[in-house]
């Protein structure tokens, strides 16, 4: 079946994905606590103003407004009855942008966690979390999506069941996690053992994940070393998924009672170069990246012919510091346990790995 994601991946050595809803939402109103996904039904025009500011910056892929958009997230709001409204609704402002655009634009439907914990450890079945994750994945299909976009996840059992619920489509699936605890998730999924999960999938489901890798986590050194680690991983394993890193805009700090994402469109533009070095081949930002930032992602990645990956040097110096965890994994020790110790808590300060569950991204 000819699709628009899997052919440009063929033609193309790079693809530019966009930067960040959440963030970006804030600033057009959005206050926290709200759901993102209503803005879909209640403010379409204030998506479709963003998602075209990212069109005209330079992205090849958007993603939808639909991260918080299972049945789960969506019942914190009262609105679990509406996950085909909201998602359909999302994917079909980015099919229209799309449509009406002279380049060729990826839609890509956005699939965030549950916001649960699985069993045995949490109270979630996988049977339900299989429901739910199908349920917006169809509602994502019948909007026009491209491609399923699963981000943000921590748990490689819930990746795994919403890989499994998004396959059924038929539909390219996409996912990353966030590798935010000294090069690891919060629930310990180190990069190797990321890789390690889309060679499963590929093995069971004879569907190999399109695309895999992170997103969101504490800043762009971070996900260029991921992004490293699984690169070496998925050599050692013999298996060449392509490799997607959308890093957010710097560290998040709080200023005067906000949050604020460090980042500059500088930084961003040597982001992206150094990550294409480490063998990304999408690229885009996630919490704190606006259209500015992705335009000097696109100039940077203009033409750009990958050099060899960056050393860990050139990594703190340019992008700044690294855990211990990730160091101890560029350093060959791609175990679970590599790096741990001492390094816990090395970058945990943050809001966003310190919280249970992104409502955004
Ligand atoms: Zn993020």
């Not at 958007?62 to 509406?82: C, D, I, P, Q, V």
Request: glycine share 10%.
């Amino acid at each position: 079946m000819d699709n628009l994601f899997n052919r440009l991946l063929k033609e193309r050595t790079y693809l530019l994905a966009d930067g960040a809803m959440g963030t970006n939402l804030f600033s057009m109103g959005l206050e926290t606590g709200d759901a993102p996904e209503l803005w879909n039904i209640d403010y379409p025009e204030r998506i479709a103003t963003l998602g075209q500011q990212f069109i005209d910056a330079g992205s090849d892929i958007l993603l939808t407004n639909s991260f918080g958009g299972t049945s789960y997230r969506l019942k914190l709001h009262n609105a679990e009855a509406r996950v085909h409204e909201l998602n359909h609704a999302a994917a079909q402002i980015v099919r229209q942008l799309a449509d009406a655009s002279e380049r060729d634009i990826v839609v890509a439907g956005s699939m965030g966690p549950t916001g649960e914990i699985l069993e045995p450890t949490g109270t979630l079945s996988r049977e339900n979390a299989f429901t739910a994750f199908k349920e917006q994945a169809e509602a994502l299909q019948a909007g026009g999506v491209d491609v399923l976009w699963i981000e943000t996840i921590s748990d490689s059992q819930e990746a795994k069941v919403a890989y499994q619920a998004a396959a059924t489509t038929g539909l390219p699936v996409v996912y990353t996690m966030s590798i935010d605890t000294n090069g690891r998730t919060m629930m310990g999924v180190t990069p190797a053992e990321l890789i390690q999960l889309g060679a499963e999938l590929g093995t069971e489901l004879e569907t190999a994940p399109s695309a895999c890798g992170t997103n969101c986590g504490v800043g762009a050194s971070e996900v260029v070393a991921a992004i490293i680690n699984m690169k070496t991983a998925a050599d050692e394993q013999q298996f060449d998924p392509v490799l997607v890193a959308k890093a957010n805009c710097g560290i998040p700090e709080y200023v005067d009672g906000k949050i604020v994402y460090s980042g500059t469109p500088e930084l961003m533009a040597e982001y992206a170069r150094m990550v294409a070095d480490a063998g990304a081949r999408i690229i885009g930002g996630c919490c704190g990246t606006t259209p500015m930032h992705i335009a000097a992602m696109a100039d940077a990645l203009q033409d750009y012919q990958a050099r060899d990956k960056p050393s860990l040097e050139q990594l703190e110096r340019v992008l700044g510091k690294i855990s211990t965890g990730a160091k101890a994994q560029l350093g060959g020790d791609l175990s679970v346990a590599g790096g741990a110790l001492n390094g816990g808590k090395a970058r945990r300060g943050s809001r966003r790995g310190a919280r249970k569950t992104p409502s955004t991204d």
